[in-house]
């Protein structure tokens, strides 16, 4: 059973930046493909960026430039290193994994799709 832990979130000020980890435990990634999502209050949750098992990568349009997505296999943990951060995007951030490959790219920023989900970790942008 995948189990997901993630930290790093916190308070920052506008034009900062964070890093986020998704720490695995009970398998190893290898074999999944990878997303990050978030929910801000009174919405749906959103994917921010994925990467597949397979090492294609996908960003939302909203963090495009900003966000990079990345893991360490020998870590058993994946990353997302957030900068230039806005208001916007203030929000629970959560990691989420499923083993399977998703050969439409663009799927695999679609919560459904995934079983396995971290906690979640609160970002908080303001000045």
């Known amino acids: 059973q995948l189990q997901l832990v993630e930290s790093g979130g916190g308070l920052v000020q506008p034009g900062g930046s964070l890093r986020l980890s998704c720490a695995a435990s009970?398998?190893?990634?290898?074999?999944?493909?990878v997303g990050w999502f978030r929910q801000a209050p009174g919405k749906e949750r959103e994917g921010v960026s994925c990467?597949?098992?397979?090492?294609?990568?996908l960003y939302a349009d909203s963090v495009k430039g900003r966000f990079t997505i990345s893991r360490d296999n020998t870590k058993n943990t994946v990353y997302l290193q957030m900068n230039s951060l806005k208001p916007d995007d203030t929000a629970v951030y959560y990691c989420?994994?499923?083993?399977?490959?998703?050969?439409?790219?663009?799927?695999?920023?679609?919560?459904?799709?995934?079983?396995?989900w971290g906690q979640g970790t609160q970002v908080t942008v303001s000045s």
């Open positions: 009970g398998s190893t990634l290898d074999y999944y493909t």
């Open positions: 990467e597949t098992r397979d090492g294609r990568i």
């Open positions: 989420a994994a499923q083993p399977a490959r998703f050969p439409i790219l663009q799927t695999c920023v679609s919560p459904p799709r995934y079983d396995s």
